[in-house]
Every structure is written in structure tokens, then in C-alpha cells.
């Protein structure tokens, strides 16, 4: 009945499923383990009749013309260019930290003095990596480099991964940068927006096809048996012989042989307002103060008018696997050990070569959107659409 089979109905399994469908006229059952297509990017309406995320907010940007124009064919665009405040000192201060930050929680003279500082050493709209002010001669900008850490990096870091930055990888705490321009936006990629009615409106279009089934509800252990010895599959009980995307978690597939791959999780606390606006920007950081680390307001992303605003705060928290409410995994946890792992369960799903592993989870990496996309096309045209069977 059906040529490939692929769990997981999120962006990455969503494409694919989409070109094996339209390139290849090939079928594809997708299972899908929610109640609902999209992944974490799912939107729905509330009660009220405002459009939200329900798995946190998702700003859609890239740099990459061909993956815009792939989405292009899904959906209108909302033409939206996300800005993020952060609480700092009592003041709401443009994050990512820029010259316009320097002015918002500093004594102006002391602001002037680093943004000459910062021009002479490294010029106009660039970002420059906090470590690498660290590592600078210049003693102003170590002392800038370490307030942007305290004020800015410290406190939202320990919350959103449960640890300090000093336990993780030590590439998270270099990538913190700083903006030197005017330009308050979170992102500065060629292509931003929303989809026009809803992420979950251009899944279903994208899912559209003839040759594509969709099984919701259904955990992919309860149809899909894997033979890890004999190299072989069943569905239904009845052999298969195509390929199975996997786009779930890469430990589960093999039932923690090597022990659990760690995650962090988060909780969702949507609150509707009967009033028109509750804050000056898409979201607002709290990286000092509440146990939230932000929070969003949805209308400023989909630009819908309404009477009534909804907002979301977000709390970090474990991700534990079998406790409802914490056993949805957002987050890998970037650390060595943790790496480790996951490349012993890589090198063994490679000896099956039935199996491809796709996007955040099957890949423990995180992916922002865009990525998810650009990776699932690459797949296809390489270990799909190359091996296909006539």
C-alpha cells in the first residue's frame, strides 16, 4: 500500500513526505504520534478566537531564497520582522544587545565611549561574539563583555537549561553577541514572516497530496516493528520494504540501549486580556527576575485584529519522558558526554540502511525552522529521490 512510511508529521517528515509525494508519485503513510499535524509549530484559534502557538512562539527567517520559495508555494506571507525587549535593570532594552542597548541602560557619555570603542575595533554592523570582547586587550570592552554576560546571558541561560553556562558547551555562551548597529531587529535575514493564516493552514497544504496518508494518534511503535538484528521491518505485521524516515527520538527508536538522550522541556502559560495590546514588542526577556523567561504576544506576529490580546509566558523546566506535562522534548542539551551518546546510536542506525534519520530529534541537534527545511530537501535528493526503486 505504501512505498515509504515517515513518523513524525513536523517540518522535517511535513517536506519530505511533500517531494516524495510530488517528485517521486510515490505513496506515503506519515504517523504521527500528536493529535494534530505541524509539530511544534502547530497554531490553532482559542476561545476567543485569537491565533496562537500552541508549543511556544515561531518567528519564520531565513537567508535562503530557495527555501523561502519553497514555502512560497504553501502559503501567503505576513511580511513581520520580530523585536525582542529584555528586561534589564527596571529598563526594557533591544535584544539582541546593540548600540541602541548601550544608550537604554547606560549613562550616556559611558555609552558613547564604548560605541567609539567598539566602531574603532571592529566596524559598523557587526556581531561580535562576547568571548571575543573577553579576549581583547581593550579594558572597556572586557568590562562590557562581562555586563552583557551578567545582565543579559547569565541568568536567562541558567533558566532555560536548568544549569550554568559554564556546564555546557562552551560554544553557547560564545555565540552571545553583540550587535554593533542601530538595528533593533531579533533577526536580520532577506526573507521573514508569517504564514498568513497559520502554520498549521500551510501544513495542510502542503499535505494536500493524493498520495499522502496521515496517521494521528498513534505512537509509530504500535504499527512499526524494526529487526535491528535481521535488518528488516514489518507494518501491520506485514513486511516493508521501503524506506522509513525517522524523524523521532533517536534513543526511543532504539529502546535507550545507551540510556536516555537528555532534553529540556517547557510549560505554557497562556493568559487572553481583555484589552487591545499588553506590550510594546512581539516579546519581552526577563532574564533577571520571575521564573518565566519571556513572554509573547501573539498579534503583534500574526498582525490579526481583535478586541482581546493573548499572551504566553514561558517556563523552562526537566524533560522527563514519562510524566505528562514535562515529555515533550525541545531542547538537546549541548554537552560533550551527551554528544557521545547520541553517535553511538547514529553509527548503529547507520548499519540499517532503511532507516533515514531526519531533523532535531532523530539527529539530537537543534534545528531553527529554516534548517529543518533546507536538511529535508538535501535529504531527499540524496537518500531518497538517488535510491528510489523503480
Request: glycine share 6%; net charge neutral; charged share 25%.
Amino acid at each position: 500500500m505504501f512505498d515509504y512510511i515517515i513518523v513524525g508529521a513536523g517540518f522535517s517528515g511535513s517536506v519530505m513526505a511533500e517531494r516524495i509525494a510530488n517528485e517521486l508519485n510515490k505513496k506515503v503513510l506519515i504517523i504521527e504520534k500528536r493529535r494534530h499535524i505541524a509539530g511544534n509549530v502547530y497554531d490553532r484559534y482559542d476561545e476567543s478566537g485569537l491565533l496562537v502557538h500552541q508549543y511556544g512562539p515561531h518567528i519564520f527567517h531565513t537567508r535562503v531564497k530557495y527555501v523561502w520559495d519553497y514555502l512560497s508555494q504553501y502559503t501567503d506571507w505576513y511580511l513581520y520582522h520580530h523585536h525582542v525587549l529584555g528586561s534589564v535593570d527596571g529598563n526594557k532594552a533591544p535584544i539582541p544587545f546593540n548600540l541602541n542597548t548601550l544608550y537604554t541602560l547606560l549613562p550616556t557619555h559611558t555609552a558613547a565611549k564604548l560605541e567609539d570603542k567598539l566602531l574603532r575595533a571592529f566596524g559598523y554592523n557587526v556581531k561580535v561574539p562576547i568571548l571575543k570582547l573577553r579576549n581583547t586587550d581593550d579594558v572597556d570592552l572586557k568590562w562590557l563583555a562581562e555586563f552583557v554576560y551578567e545582565k543579559v546571558f547569565l541568568n536567562y541561560t541558567t533558566k532555560q537549561w536548568g544549569m550554568r553556562p559554564e556546564e555546557l558547551d562552551p560554544l553557547v555562551t560564545g555565540r552571545v553577541p553583540i550587535y554593533i548597529s542601530r538595528d533593533d531587529r531579533y533577526f536580520q535575514d532577506a526573507y521573514q514572516g508569517m504564514p498568513q493564516k497559520g502554520y498549521t493552514a500551510m501544513f495542510e497544504r502542503m499535505l494536500g497530496h493524493p498520495n499522502i496518508k496521515i496517521m494521528l494518534n498513534t505512537d509509530y511503535r504500535e504499527v512499526i516493528k524494526a529487526d535491528w538484528e535481521r535488518k528488516a521491518v514489518t507494518l501491520f505485521g506485514v513486511p516493508f520494504r521501503g524506506k522509513v524516515i525517522f524523524t523521532g527520538k533517536i534513543d526511543e527508536l532504539f529502546d535507550y540501549e545507551y540510556g536516555e538522550l537528555p532534553y529540556r522541556s517547557l510549560r505554557f502559560q497562556f493568559e487572553t486580556l481583555h484589552q487591545e495590546r499588553f506590550q510594546n514588542v512581539g516579546t519581552v526577556n526577563y532574564p533577571n527576575e520571575y521564573d518565566f523567561t519571556r513572554i509573547t504576544e501573539f498579534k503583534h506576529l500574526t498582525g490579526q485584529q481583535h478586541g482581546y490580546t493573548t499572551i504566553v509566558k514561558e517556563y523552562p523546566q526537566a524533560y522527563i519522558k514519562d510524566v505528562e506535562g514535562q515529555n515533550i522534548p525541545y531542547y538537546p542539551i549541548p554537552r560533550p558526554e551527551n554528544q557521545e551518546r547520541y553517535e553511538k546510536y547514529r553509527d548503529k542506525a547507520k548499519e540499517f540502511d532503511q532507516f533515514v534519520l531526519l531533523g532535531r530529534l532523530a539527529e539530537y541537534k537543534y534545528y531553527d525552522m529554516d534548517a529543518c527545511v533546507a536538511r529535508a530537501l538535501r535529504l531527499f535528493e540524496e537518500k531518497v529521490k538517488g535510491g528510489t526503486q523503480e
